[in-house]
Every structure is written in structure tokens, then in C-alpha cells.
């Protein structure tokens, strides 16, 4: 069984962890993005603008968005035996060394001791736009097979996703290292969601090529982005992402560089920013289609963000799920049971 050791929050908490990828190679931040048209918008400017099909999209979604380490994390339901937080974030977030191996595992979240507060938050349930001080306590879940050779900042998209829960402890941030205690699951997860779109009958769905998408994370630029940023654009199709992939290669953008996956993956027609890696990506319904994971920023080339396809993860989640001991399946379905 694989463990996150208590040494590595505490390296995290001492500032030993890196600056992760987290969805652009660039690590210099622009000092005044919103003077670019081209980058994401501020969620509070969104919320104050004129959009209303906008504004009531986002507020439909961004309470979904959390904080995780140097990225983000989307919660994608609450549809389990203990209306918990299933999030998902990408492995790049959380860094590949956290995991002691490559293989595919799941913990045991009732008896490991694995969670932490630090770096993890979610929207206050009030629906207030301001993070605060409060932290929650996070719990890594499942995270699956991952290729020997990949590293933070060329893992594929295909790969670049784990699972985790959010539940209802919480702390004011300081700078201890604190650890939640085991899970806890006699308490619904008490988050901002309006219109209850973790607990629909279809939290997820697949992209529809043409449509418009929503991307929503926390860029590290904190002076800029302090509650977090918003792009929006077409969802392109797979002939069209695969014409893309050429034109990064023509202007030299790394991306252009890594094979679409039509199977695992999507491109919104938007730019993001570091930090925004593991937000989530939805449709106008609000339902969940993916989770940012890298982005283009060489400048003259497209602008586009990758997107792990929901879809794709919940299957990968079912086939891990199918190939446990009954023992093991047991364990961990009370976690994921609404979304298998």
C-alpha cells in the first residue's frame, strides 16, 4: 500500500517542495495580466461584469474549485455513501515524488494516516469569493499507473490526474504543520454549490466540439489572481486539436511537442496561467468535462489549454476499481460509490 509520509508535509511546509508545472512553463508572471485580453479574467471581475449567462455559470461552478499545493483541485461529487468531496487534481500538482511508487494504488483513508490541511482550501460554503485562512483537510485516494520516465513537467495528460477527498475539518492556517485526523465521514462535505451540481443525476459529461467551455483554478499569481481566475472558449475537436499540435510545433511551443490523445484528452481555445493545472473544466450546463493540466505560451502560438476528459478518468477509476479483492473494493466504494 502506498503512504504519503508525514516528512514530506513537513518538507512541504519548510518550502523544500518546487514550483510544480502547473499548467504553463512560464514562471514568470506577468505583472499586470489583466492588461492582456488574452488572459483569464478574475473571478470577481466575471462576477461583476454584464454576462449574465456567465455569471450564473460560474457561480454554478466555482465553489467545485479549491486550492492544492501550487495548483488547483475541482471537487467532482458528493454522490458517495458519505456525501464526502471526490476531488480530482493532476499528479504534477501534488508532485510525482509523492508517491512512493508509479503503480497504480488506492489508501485506505479509515486507517491511513495520510491527509493534510496545509496548502488545501475550497470556497467558504457561504459563497463568499475570498478563501480567507481556512484551511480543510484533504486526503489523496486512488492515483493510477504513471510511466517511469515522466517527471513534473513532461508526465502526459494522459497520466496527469489522481483522486482524492475533501471532508469537513477544517483549521485556520499558520505556519505549523498540522495533520487532520482519520477521515471523517458521520458529516456531509458543507461546500458552496447552489444548485447541488456535485449531487446531479450527471455530474460529468463528455465535450461537445464547437461549444463553449469554462476553464476555473488559482494561478500563483496571488497579487493579480487572490480568488482565483476564469478563461472561456471554444472546445475544439480532434481533427482541429490535431491541426493545433502542428501549428505549436511550427512556433516552437513545447506542446507541440507532446501527441494528442484524443482518447484521454481536449483542447479549449483559451489561455491559462501556472497555477490553474487540476481546475476544472465545464460545459454550460455545469457539469463536469475535465481538468486543466498544461497549457501553450510561446508567444504567436495558439492558445490552448489540455483537458483530461472526465470521462476518461471515471473509467480509469472503474477499471481500477474492477481489478481489487473484494476486500480492497470494499473499502474503497463507499468512497466513489456514486459515480461507478
Request: glycine content about 8%.
Amino acid at each position: 500500500m502506498v503512504i504519503l509520509t508525514k516528512l514530506l508535509k513537513h518538507l512541504f511546509v519548510a518550502g523544500v517542495v518546487i514550483f510544480f508545472y502547473a499548467c504553463s512553463k512560464d514562471d514568470n508572471v506577468n505583472p499586470s495580466p489583466n492588461n492582456n485580453p488574452e488572459n483569464p479574467s478574475k473571478i470577481e471581475d466575471v462576477l461583476n461584469g454584464n454576462d449574465r449567462e456567465l455569471i450564473d455559470l460560474l457561480n454554478k461552478v466555482r465553489g467545485s474549485i479549491g486550492k492544492r499545493n501550487y495548483g488547483s483541485k475541482t471537487i467532482w461529487s458528493r454522490k458517495n455513501d458519505y456525501g464526502l468531496g471526490l476531488y480530482i487534481s493532476a499528479n504534477h500538482v501534488i508532485g510525482l515524488s509523492s508517491w512512493s511508487s508509479n503503480n497504480a494504488a488506492y489508501f485506505d483513508i479509515t486507517s491511513e494516516d495520510n491527509g493534510i490541511f496545509t496548502s488545501s482550501q475550497i470556497p467558504p460554503s457561504s459563497g463568499k469569493v475570498d478563501l480567507g485562512d481556512t484551511l480543510i483537510a484533504d486526503f489523496p485516494l486512488i492515483h493510477f499507473d504513471i510511466s517511469s520516465s515522466a517527471t513534473d513537467t513532461t508526465i502526459f495528460p494522459a497520466e496527469d490526474f489522481f483522486l482524492g477527498i475533501v471532508d469537513n475539518q477544517k483549521i485556520m492556517s499558520d505556519l505549523l504543520a498540522h495533520s487532520p485526523e482519520l477521515v471523517q465521514t458521520d458529516v456531509p462535505l458543507q461546500m458552496y454549490d447552489p444548485d447541488n451540481r456535485t449531487k446531479a443525476d450527471q455530474t460529468w459529461n463528455v465535450p461537445n466540439a464547437g461549444e463553449k467551455a469554462i476553464v476555473v483554478g488559482y494561478p500563483q499569481d496571488v497579487v493579480n489572481y487572490p480568488n482565483g481566475g476564469v478563461a472561456y472558449g471554444n472546445i475544439l475537436s480532434n481533427s482541429e486539436a490535431e491541426a493545433v499540435i502542428k501549428e505549436l510545433q511550427a512556433a516552437g511551443d513545447s506542446e507541440g511537442d507532446i501527441p494528442y490523445n484524443e482518447d484521454a484528452e481536449f483542447f479549449v481555445e483559451a489561455r491559462s496561467l501556472a497555477g490553474m493545472s487540476g481546475g476544472g473544466t465545464f460545459n454550460s450546463k455545469g457539469q463536469l468535462l475535465g481538468i486543466a493540466v498544461r497549457g501553450s505560451d510561446t508567444a504567436n502560438a495558439p492558445k490552448i489549454i489540455r483537458i483530461v476528459r472526465a470521462s476518461y478518468i471515471r473509467s480509469k477509476m472503474i477499471g481500477f476499481y474492477n481489478g481489487l479483492s473484494q476486500t480492497d473494493k470494499d473499502k474503497l466504494r463507499p468512497f466513489i460509490s456514486g459515480e461507478i
